[in-house]
């Protein structure tokens, strides 16, 4: 063994990287949506219930408002989106998947700026963190076919490119 080599030691923690201020919005208003799937609750109550957060602060507040709030007023839209692709009604999916679902179809929908393969990303990064053990599959593959839907010339363009 030579002395002077570096070895990474077994029990040395991963850093996990910073979230960013983007992925801290998602990850809040995805509790917002499920609370407010599960509850039907007033959106304003539920705004105020997640701003009351820890790590609010850290989040991009006008993306958490879009996401909160543009979800639940086109909660039927979405929902129509997503039922081209889901297997079975949207009510009857896990109330984190359909709220992750509801996030990623929102995003692919209105955010031009997040590319349909990132909005993709995040949602299946949601749905490990919070889902079920094998949802973010699910997740990946019903948002993949709604991107396809909703971003058709992206969508062809990126598939075209890795030919």
């Known amino acids: 063994m030579n ?10 923690p991963k850093r996990a990287a910073p979230k960013s ?3 801290r919005s998602r990850e809040i208003a995805l509790q917002g949506l499920y609370q407010w799937l599960i509850s039907g609750e007033d959106a304003g109550v539920i ?3 997640m701003q009351d957060q820890e790590g609010f602060g850290a989040c991009d507040k006008a993306h958490f ?11 039927a839209d979405l929902d129509g989106v997503l039922a081209a ?11 984190v998947e ?8 929102y995003e692919l929908k209105h955010c031009m700026d997040v590319p349909y393969k990132v909005a993709i990303n995040e949602a299946v990064e949601l ?10 599959k699910y997740v990946n593959g019903v948002l993949d ?3 396809a839907d909703l971003r058709p010339a992206e969508v062809a363009a990126l598939r075209k490119r890795a030919r």
Do not use: N, W, Y
């Not at 002395?3 to 040395?12: F, V």
């Not at 408002?65 to 979800?71: E, I, N, P, S, V």
């Not at 359909?98 to 179809?105: E, F, P």
């Open 3 to 12: 002395p002077g080599a570096k070895t990474a030691s077994p029990a040395s």
């Open 21 to 23: 201020a983007r992925r």
């Open 47 to 49: 705004d105020a219930h």
């Open 65 to 75: 408002d879009a996401l909160l709030h543009g979800c639940i007023h086109e909660a």
């Open 85 to 95: 692709h889901v297997d079975r009604a949207t009510q009857e999916l896990s109330p």
């Open 98 to 105: 359909h709220a992750v679902l509801m996030i990623g179809a």
């Open 127 to 136: 749905a490990k963190s919070f889902g079920g053990t094998d949802g973010h």
């Open 145 to 147: 076919k709604a991107a």
